[in-house]
Structures are given as structure tokens and as C-alpha cells.
């Protein structure tokens, strides 16, 4: 599976940096190294003398100065974190992971836009630093190039620039499925400090302005990026350096319209995104689970091509852990996920569904829907089908398979009826009997004495008006029922 996969496939090594001079004397006396220590992972130093990186068996080599490691002590690892994603989610996760290792842990504040969890116990048999970096996730890309951060996690993919730079430096293909992992899902929602019921926008009044007095926005976040992109005919940008900033304005001037992340709304509801044609997206767990909602905002982790630190390898494998989901969910995120989903009944989709003027599905379609899946639960699982040309929906797959085949292979979902349901145009059956063939090959054919039945219900059940922008890509998918 991916996130195991990815953990056996890398090395361990390099990354953290005490810079501060040490001398490895070998124990025969003969020869000595002196530089600034960069890393040490209980195995190996790796110092920055005058001949450049140099790396030693610490078992040949004794360390004398301020800066070597105690007997229990490593160098750890760095990360370099995009700002919303360090304002609850990373920090969260490093705490858990700590508890998951036995690990107590202590949060260090060194600035505005560093701190420090110091992991383990002096006396204990194992002590080491997580750094964290905050910045937004340009910068994040620029450290990952130039060797300062072990891993990195951004609100976006990297740009073409930015992964030929990436390449140049010799960190690897940012593209490569070991190298970029999927681990939480987000999304841009319009929120008001106080709206009427039912109150509903489409993004015609977003484009033109019709949308009250100002739009608040956070100033240099990827957002607010996409706003000035998108939202041309809005000119009244207010721009706010935190979100805390931009929600308590919002307070004050309910009027106003504002754009945040779904998990960082407070105790503002997002407003409705209307279609064209009546059926409605929200900004809902169940949906951002499944990766339904038209602006997602990942939280993506790059890492370099290159050895990482031993400390590091069981926290990339935590982070595709169950245990991790739970902090995800705590923290407003949302991520794939093998349960049922207490969405909208089955008979008000298709109710939705049919009262489309250009409904294409035939009745009879509608029938063998109502069959196949009226005693189901839908999983809040995403495959999406337009993989080839959206790098997230292919993310989005690869980490819904790989929750699915681990409930699998770890018997969860034993003797249920796992309905493998296509839609979304004249291929949706081979969508599915692709998808059930993907998933066979990730768990080696075991299923947990699960069954599987596979349906192409075409036009049926679209998530979106088919008139708006990003119908294709979200109408265009798979979904897995349980029953």
C-alpha cells in the first residue's frame, strides 16, 4: 500500500541541521573531521567540514563539543509547513504521533515562525527534535530545494518552476508517487458574519461583484491568490494578515462576504454554492471526504530524493494512520475515509436528480439504483475519473484506495456487500470494474470474505449542474457503498 510502500522505499538520513562545529576523532586515533554537524540518526554523522558533506559510521568515531549528541539523542527532523496548515493540523499531529510512540513532548516557541517539539525524556532511551518552519508554500518549495526542511507541507502542488528547480538541485521528481503524499482535504467556502436562511451564492455573484459591500480575504495566502484570479469583477478586496483578523471584522460588518478554509470558519456556517440548475454543493465533511466540493485545498507532503532521517520513517507512516485521521477530523480536516456516511438520503438524490430539466439517465436507471443501493450506506471515499489531467483527483484516488484496501485486508469490512457504483457518462462501468481491479491488485486479491457488486448508472445522480465549471470533475466518478 502507498503510505507503507513509501516508508520501505525510503532511506534514512540527512536533513535537520544543529550547525554547530564538532571534531569525530576515529578510535584508533589516526584520523580527525572537523565541521558543523548537520545530522546524526544514532547511526551516522554527517558533518560540513572544508572538503564538504562528509559521512561517518558513528560507531568508528568518537564526538567531542557542545553540539554532540548525547547517548539517546538524534538530530531528528525538519519540516517546513505552509501557514494554515501549521496553525493546528501539523502541530496536532506531531503531538500525536509523540503519544503514539510513547514519547512525551514539550512545544518551544523560537519566533514568529519557528517552533520546536523536543520528543522523549533526557533520561529516556530515545530523544529527539521536530523542527517546524512556518511560511507560506513557496517557500516551503524553496527549502525543500536547497536541502532545509526533510519534508514539506503546502496547501498546493508546486509549480512547473518550482519542480524543475526542485529537479535541478537533484531532490527528485516532485510528481513521483514516493515523493508526494495526500494528507488532509480543506476547502475555500463564503462565509458571512450573520445570513438569512437559505441564503445561497453562485459564482456569477462572486464574478460580478453581487455579493455585498466587501470581500475579505487573507493577504498572501493561496486564496487569496485564487481570488484575484477568479474574481475579477470583485474590487473591494479587504485583505487581512490572519484569519483571526478577517473572522472578527466579519463580526462587525455582517453584510460583508468573506473567503476561508472550510476548517478555519470558527463559528461562521459557509454559505451555499448554488448551481445553475438547482442542485446545490456544500462544503460538508461528508463531501470534502469524498473530495465534492468545487475549491478543495490539500494538504500535500513533499519530500526530497534523498535519505531521510531514521525519527522520520514512522512519521510518514503515522501520518496515512487511522490514528491520524482522528486528529485530521479533530483539526476541521477531512480525509478519506472506509466508514459510512450520514449524507442526504438516497431518494432525495434522485428526487434532485430527476426534477433536472436535461436529465439524460433513462427510468429504468433510476429503478436499478433505487435496487442496488436503497439499503445501503455510501463510504466517504473519493474516485474521481479525471486523473490524467488533475494531479489532486488523482491523489484523491490513490488515497481512497489505499483506505479501502487496508479496512480489507484488515477484515473490517468482512462478509458486507462492497457496491462498486460508476458515474458520469457511457465509460462509468468500466470506471468501476477499474476501480475493482485496482483495488484487488493493492490487497493481493484478499478481500476479508467481502463481495463486490459493479454498476454503471451513467448521467444518474450528478453531484453538479452540468452548465457549471467543475461538473465534469466532480459528476465523473466512482462511489463505493456499503451494504
Avoid at 512547473?160 to 535541478?168: K, P, Q, Y
Wanted: charged letters at 20%.
Amino acid at each position: 500500500m502507498r503510505w507503507v510502500l513509501t516508508c520501505i522505499s525510503l532511506w534514512l538520513y540527512l536533513g535537520a541541521a544543529f550547525a554547530q562545529p564538532v571534531t569525530l576523532t576515529a578510535i584508533d586515533g589516526e584520523l580527525a573531521l572537523t565541521g558543523d554537524l548537520r545530522q546524526f540518526d544514532g547511526r551516522f554523522y554527517q558533518i560540513d567540514t572544508e572538503f564538504g558533506l562528509v559521512t561517518v559510521a558513528g560507531d568508528r568515531v568518537l564526538c567531542t563539543g557542545e553540539a554532540c549528541p548525547g547517548d539517546n539523542q538524534t538530530t531528528g527532523f525538519s519540516l517546513t509547513v505552509d501557514a494554515h496548515l501549521a496553525r493546528v493540523l501539523v502541530p496536532a499531529l506531531v503531538e500525536a504521533f509523540a503519544a503514539q510512540q510513547g514519547l512525551p513532548s514539550i512545544r518551544r516557541l523560537t519566533g514568529l515562525e519557528s517552533l520546536i517539539f523536543d520528543l522523549g525524556r533526557a533520561d529516556g532511551s530515545r530523544r529527539f527534535p521536530v523542527s517546524i518552519r512556518i511560511a507560506q508554500s513557496a517557500e516551503a518549495f524553496a527549502d525543500l530545494a536547497v536541502g532545509e526542511a526533510d519534508m514539506i507541507l503546502t496547501t498546493r502542488q508546486p509549480t512547473r518552476a518550482e519542480r524543475a528547480i526542485a529537479l535541478d538541485a537533484g531532490q527528485g521528481d516532485l510528481d513521483n508517487p514516493a515523493q508526494e503524499l495526500l494528507i488532509a482535504l480543506d476547502a475555500l467556502v463564503a462565509v458571512r458574519g450573520w445570513f438569512g436562511p437559505g441564503e445561497a451564492l453562485t459564482v456569477d455573484d462572486l464574478r460580478t461583484g453581487n455579493i455585498g459591500p466587501r470581500l475579505h480575504v487573507r493577504a498572501g495566502s493561496d486564496d487569496a491568490r485564487w481570488v484575484l484570479g477568479e474574481l475579477a469583477g470583485v474590487l473591494d478586496r479587504v485583505p487581512h494578515q490572519t484569519l483571526e483578523d478577517l473572522r472578527a471584522s466579519l463580526r462587525v460588518a455582517p453584510r460583508d462576504l468573506g473567503l476561508v478554509p472550510h476548517s478555519a470558519r470558527g463559528n461562521l456556517s459557509p454559505i451555499t454554492l448554488a448551481g445553475s440548475c438547482g442542485l446545490d454543493l456544500v462544503a460538508d465533511r461528508a463531501h470534502l471526504r469524498r473530495g465534492e466540493t468545487p475549491f478543495l485545498i490539500p494538504a500535500l507532503a513533499y519530500l526530497p530524493a534523498r535519505r531521510l532521517p531514521r525519527d522520520m520513517i514512522p512519521f510518514i507512516a503515522f501520518l496515512g494512520s487511522d490514528l491520524a485521521a482522528q486528529v485530521i477530523a479533530r483539526a476541521g480536516f477531512e480525509s478519506p475515509s472506509a466508514t459510512p456516511e450520514a449524507g442526504a438520503p438516497l431518494a432525495d438524490r434522485v428526487l434532485a436528480a430527476l426534477a433536472q430539466p436535461n436529465a439524460s439517465a433513462p427510468t429504468e436507471t433510476y429503478r436499478e439504483i433505487a435496487l442496488a443501493l436503497g439499503d445501503a450506506e455510501i463510504l466517504g471515499l473519493g474516485f474521481p475519473l479525471d486523473r490524467d489531467t488533475d494531479r489532486t483527483a488523482q491523489l484523491i484516488y490513490d488515497r481512497s484506495l489505499e483506505t479501502l484496501a487496508r479496512a480489507l485486508l484488515a477484515s473490517r469490512l468482512r462478509e458486507r456487500v462492497l457496491i462498486v457504483a460508476g458515474f458520469g457518462g457511457t465509460d462509468s462501468e468500466a470506471a468501476a470494474r477499474k476501480l475493482h481491479t485496482d483495488l484487488l491488485e493493492a490487497t493481493g486479491g484478499i478481500t476479508g470474505d467481502a463481495t463486490f457488486e459493479l454498476y454503471g448508472f451513467g448521467d444518474a445522480l450528478p453531484v453538479a449542474c452540468s452548465g457549471d465549471p467543475w461538473a465534469k470533475r466532480l459528476n465523473a466518478r466512482v462511489e463505493v457503498w456499503l451494504r
